[in-house]
């Protein structure tokens, strides 16, 4: 099963499409070993209400070969717990570079995940991506429009537009009717643009940060999805990661809240 066909049958199977979050912040805790365990513990608990998780491969870099380790250790929980992994790891270099990204990230022991990639340096340096993806059963997540309000400095008169484009090109060799190899990142704080970014892509997942923490509601979101209820994940991080401090109960109940008002706004 591809990522894309992953994603889509645990949505239905488990009738959720929200995204859990994994940035665990060394400040929050007493030491590593602590962060770890409350980590996986999060991932753990929250894993009936997830489509999928995406660890922001930031900060697990920020604490070095433990973070490493840990980074290892959620991937190998996730696929226990048969929960898809999204890596966010927002890459994008000279295709040669490129290559050594997918490679990294979408191949060996990442074979079928998938990764946020930025296409800042042209479509031309998606195309390792695009072929690790492809060739692993895995996917990625081209960034159109993000959540921040900065995004306008670059991503507007119609940069995110040809960006969709591109990814509409890059999806047509695959199978009509399913979601191909190549999503987009659409920040879910833009609720009016989604129905509009939803008909742009019709085979692209699309992966819509900002629920919680940066202020969007899981209300707003419905434009995004297909009609079948399927084809976005709405992702939370510190929303659902530090509901409540750290209390990993707290935690539940911030995802399967989200859950249940994606569904309730879909009516599914
Ligand atoms: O690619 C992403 O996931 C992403 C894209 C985007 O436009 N905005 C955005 O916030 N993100 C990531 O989504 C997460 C949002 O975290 P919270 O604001 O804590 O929910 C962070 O890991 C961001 O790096």
New binding site residues.
Partial sequence: MTFAQAVTERTRRLRTRLCV?L?PRLDAYRNVAHLREHTLDVLEATAPHAACV?P?LAFYEALGLAGMALLAEVCAAARTLGLPVLL?G?RGDIGSTAQAYAQAWLGGPHAGSAL?VNPFLGFETLAPFVQAASEQGGAI?V?VK???PGQADLQGGGVSERVAAEITRLNAEHPAGAYGPVGA?V?ATHPGELSSFRAQLPRALL?L??????GARAADLAGAFDEGGTGALA?????VQYASGLDVQASVLAARGFQDELNAVLGV
């Fill in positions: 979050g940035d995406k922001q966010d927002k946020t997540f960034l993000t959540s921040n990142v920040g992966l940060p900002g629920l919680g923490a940066q992702s939370a991080s510190r929303g």
